[in-house]
């Protein structure tokens, strides 16, 4: 037995509208996403150990290198690594920071990037870090720096974070406009089967 007209015409739409909602959704958390990651991710890094100028200290040294943070006055403290380490050391570089303006906020302290600190090969070191003059009233730390520190890996963010936002923002609008191909289509059939049953 066919359907009634009035139950053909109260057939809904397919698909439902709610899947213009999860288009939307998906490019604009694309964007979001991209957003965080331009303006969180960045200011990532660890103040790492403190250190008490004259006390050794041991230290992971990665590739990535570890950057050397200060609080207070800017003073460079120079850092020596161990007899037994100077004779793996193949390398050893620091590049200063500070034109970067690179800031960590631990504990309501504001701290500066002063240094990174960098030596092949990889591994455990010990350092013994001093400051030239006794009266000094900063502290310093060695620890890890930002994700995102140098020209070139802020570009690879930037770029990384754009190709978020367009594809996340294509993928929207395919989306949506598949759904109302769909939906048309679907209304059409419809409109049809009613002409059929009236």
Do not use: N
């Not at 990651?37 to 041991?58: A, K, S």
């Not at 950057?67 to 007899?83: F, I, L, N, R, T």
């Not at 570009?155 to 759904?179: E, H, K, Q, R, Y």
Request: aromatic fraction near 6%.
């Amino acid at each position: 037995m066919d359907p009634a007209p009035a139950s053909v015409a109260a057939d809904p739409l397919l698909p439902r509208r709610i899947w213009y909602v999860v288009a939307a959704l998906i490019a604009a958390g694309g964007v979001l996403a991209a957003a965080a990651m331009l303006f969180l991710v960045p200011f990532g890094g660890d103040l790492g150990q403190r250190v008490t100028p004259g006390q050794p200290l041991t230290v992971h040294m990665p590739e990535a290198g570890k950057m050397v943070w200060v609080k207070g006055e800017q003073y460079v403290p120079a850092c020596q690594y161990s007899e037994a380490d100077t004779q793996k050391l193949g390398e050893s570089v620091l590049v200063s920071m500070l034109s970067d303006g690179l800031t960590l906020e631990v504990d309501g302290e504001r701290w500066r990037g002063l240094q990174m600190m960098y030596v092949k090969p990889v591994g455990t070191y010990t350092l013994t870090c001093t400051v030239s003059d006794e009266h000094v009233t900063s502290s310093f730390s060695i620890g890890d720096p930002p994700r995102f520190h140098d020209a070139r890996s802020r570009a690879l963010a930037a770029l990384a974070a754009s190709a978020l936002a367009s594809l996340s923002v294509l993928v929207g609008a395919v989306l949506t406009v598949v759904i109302a191909v769909r939906r048309h289509l679907h209304g059409k059939r419809l409109a049809e089967r009613h002409l059929t049953v009236g």
